[in-house]
C-alpha cells in the first residue's frame, strides 16, 4: 500500500495529476466526502467543488494563512489548467509531437507553481508569503491570468473556425445533391 508516487508527482504534467498521487488516500477522502458532494443541480462537479475541497484540506491542515493561500493558490492553478487542456488538447490530435511538447511543458509549470506555492505552506503566514512572493513579482499568477487569456482566446477561435468548416462542409453537400 502506498500514499505517493513519487514519480508522477515529479512528472505531473497537471495540478490533478499532482494531487491524485501526492497524499493519495487523503486525496480519496477527499474526493469521494467533500468534492463530489458539492455537485450542482445536473449533478455534475463544479468550480465550487474545487474550491471547496481544496479549502478543506486547508483546514485539515490546520489555521495558519498560510496553508489556505497555499490550497487556494493550488485550486486556482487546477482550474486554469483545465481551462488550458479544453483549449488545446482537441488542437494535439494526431501530433504526437507537439502533445509530448504540450506535456512537458505543462510538467514544468505544474512543478513550477507547486514550488512557488509551497512558500507559503512553508512560512504560514500571510504577510511572510507575500513578502516573498513580491520578490518573485508574483509571476504565477501573471502567467495564470496569461493562460487563462490564451485558452478562451484560442477556445473562440478554434470553435468558430470549427463551425465555419462544418457550414461548408454541410453546403458542399447540399451543392452535390
Known amino acids: 500500500m502506498t500514499n505517493l508516487r513519487q514519480l508522477k508527482v515529479e512528472l505531473a504534467e497537471s495540478p490533478r495529476d499532482l494531487s491524485e498521487n501526492w ?8 474526493r469521494y466526502y467533500v468534492y463530489f458532494r458539492v455537485l450542482d ?3 455534475k462537479t463544479t468550480t465550487l467543488s474545487l474550491f471547496t475541497t481544496y479549502f478543506v484540506s486547508a483546514l485539515w491542515h490546520g489555521f495558519y494563512s498560510g496553508y489556505f493561500f ?11 489548467g483545465r481551462e488550458i487542456r479544453r483549449a488545446f488538447q482537441p488542437l494535439l490530435k494526431d ?11 505543462g510538467n514544468i509549470f505544474t512543478v513550477s507553481f507547486l514550488n512557488f506555492s509551497a512558500i507559503s ?18 509571476y504565477p499568477y501573471f502567467l495564470c491570468i ?20 462544418h457550414a461548408q462542409s454541410g453546403q458542399e ?4 445533391s
Open 41 to 43: 443541480k445536473n449533478q
Open 146 to 165: 496569461l493562460g487563462y487569456v490564451l485558452a478562451q482566446y484560442v477556445k473562440k477561435t478554434f470553435s468558430s473556425q470549427s463551425s465555419k468548416s
Open 95 to 105: 501530433k504526437p509531437v507537439l502533445k509530448f511538447i504540450y506535456d512537458r511543458l
Open 70 to 80: 497555499f490550497f487556494i493558490s493550488l485550486a486556482t492553478y487546477t482550474v486554469v
Open 23 to 30: 497524499n493519495i488516500k487523503c486525496s480519496a477522502w477527499l
Open 173 to 176: 453537400k447540399q451543392k452535390d
Open 121 to 138: 505552506f512553508m512560512v504560514l503566514t500571510f504577510t511572510d508569503s507575500v513578502d516573498i512572493m513580491k520578490d518573485f513579482y508574483f
